[in-house]
């Protein structure tokens, strides 16, 4: 037993005089504290009462310290005083009750926060939730801990009942606790794994209400596909409320006019934001949460200046931002440290591997020839859709669809150069399941969340190991199986070796030759390949002709 509990403290201290201010709260709680607490709840009453969670407000005392309170050690939550709070609330409804009363609690702060400790280092080894950073809010148990411990109003729990979600998934028992109570995260959690709801859940319970302030909450997105889903997605929480939500579209920024447009949350590309604030169009000064999804592409170089502007918009001092990624690189974790105000770290799993649930293969296809012979050959054998099909330019995409769009197979493509409408009617089209195999370049290869694709193809060997593990990632979603197959040719056999152990850290087997490779440090492996057909030279030389 000793044992365990060493084990589960490992590294931890208790510092008692660290925390002196918080044994002083629990010590110092008075009467008149339980009474400004009771009159806090029934002043959110009074203004939603059709809305109300039916147990005690435990957030209102955090909501009302919402400006920089993080910033003052004697106010963050520490779990001492989660439990407490807790307490509270299991008096007042008999619910959740575990064996706390108030008496105990006071009289033993010490034994109610191992206790609180060791329940949470529990539950994060249950999940593979690894953690760091101060006082870090224990993980969720379900989903109605929301309402118990944060005052969630009831759609939103109705909403995620109506999607069909019994329970968070490990980054949303962690991230979600620790966005409500201020604190600013950077998070890498597996892909298909739920985070999006892990940042917008929070978000929606934090900014409570619709209100005609101006906006109060951006979430960017790397592609304008990634913002229209991460928009729909979000639509789907704020059902029976008036929470306004909204895709920044070309035709918004040209037209709209944002100071008088009824927007709580904004959903957009850096590019499209970044042209409003360019333009004086739209005021970020209010924004109190400033999500940047996929995160460590927002990051890149092409995209850094107008995260850059962004960023500056948003200057509410107040104000907390959150990365969310699958890939998480040393770099972006250093500047995240060096941008974000005692930010906690959440890791799901090990950092950057591929999804355990996707059966991953690779394949020598010999020549560029042989990979189309090889595609149809498969398809010919078993076609079992939806399949994407992942190239590594939108000329190589259009050649591809071109070469398969006579068959008999329904195909489509997806590319930067089409314009808009069309981009949206290829995912739509492939959503309904109209079209089986959608052949696409990296611009959906993060984030999408394509029901059920049994099988990822990267026709084109991924120019990075994270391009592949976010590649491969929009099959095997949400706990389900899939497939992935990688095509090589022996332009990419030196860089072998760097998408293999990405496989082998999610269980896949990868033949032994491939391990004894030189690991080779890769800058976008984009070679130039053959161009893409099956026809006779001759032919070809003909029809030019
Ligand atoms: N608690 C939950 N229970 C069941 N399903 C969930 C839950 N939360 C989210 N999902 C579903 O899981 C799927 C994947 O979620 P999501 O798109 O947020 O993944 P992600 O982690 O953002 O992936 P990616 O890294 O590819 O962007 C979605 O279909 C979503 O509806």
Known sequence: MEKSANFLFGGTNFNRKKFAPDFAKFKNRTVEDDDRNKKLSFFEQEEESEEEPEQEKIASSSSSSKKR???????????????????????????EVEHDTKDETLENPKKELYRRMEQDALSRKQYNIHV?????????????????????????????????????????RQAIPILLSGRECFACAPTGSGKTFAFICPMLIKLKRHSTDGIRAVILSPARELAAQTA???????????????????????????????????????????RAIKAKKIDLSKVE?????????????????????????????????????????????????????????????????????????????????????????????????????????????????????????????????????????????????ETWVLIATDVIARGMD???????????????????IHRIGRSGRAGRSGEAITFYTEEDVPFLRNIANTMTSSGCEVPSWIMTLKKKKWKKHRPKRDSISTRPKDSKIEQEE
């Open 69 to 95: 309170k993080r910033k003052s050690a004697n106010s963050e939550p520490v779990e001492g005083f989660d439990v407490f709070k807790s307490s509270k609330k299991s008096r007042s409804k008999g619910k």
């Open 132 to 172: 760091s950073g101060n006082n870090i809010p224990s993980p969720l148990k379900s989903f109605t801990e929301l309402a118990s411990r944060y005052g969630c109003k009831k759609y939103i729990l109705r909403n995620l009942a109506e999607l069909g979600f019994k329970e968070p998934t490990p980054i949303q």
């Open 232 to 274: 729909r997605e979000g639509k789907k929480l704020i059902k029976g409320s008036k929470f306004n939500i909204r895709l920044m579209t070309k035709p918004l920024v040209k037209t709209a006019d944002f100071s008088k447009l009824q927007c709580d949350v904004l959903i957009s590309t850096p590019m499209r934001l970044k």
């Open 289 to 433: 949460y400033l999500v940047l999804d996929e995160s460590d592409k927002l990051f890149e170089q092409s995209m850094l200046k107008q995260i850059d502007g962004v960023v500056k918009a948003c200057s509410n001092p107040s104000i907390i931002r959150s990365l969310f990624s699958a890939t998480l690189p040393d770099s972006v974790e250093e500047l995240a440290r060096s941008i974000m105000h005692d930010a906690v770290r959440v890791i799901i799993g090990r950092k950057n591997t591929a999804s355990e649930t996707v059966k991953q293969k690779l394949v020598f296809a010999g020549t560029e020839e042989g990979k189309l012979l090889a595609l149809r050959q498969s398809f010919a054998q078993s076609l079992n859709p939806p399949v994407l099909i992942f190239m590594q330019s939108k000329e190589r995409a259009k050649q591809l669809y071109d070469e398969l769009k006579c068959e008999d197979i329904r195909v489509g493509v997806i590319h930067s150069d089409l314009p808009p409408g069309e981009r949206e009617n290829a995912v739509d089209s492939f959503r309904a399941g």
């Open 450 to 468: 394509f029901k059920g694709i049994n099988c990822v193809i990267n026709y084109d060997f991924p120019d990075s190991a994270s391009a592949y």
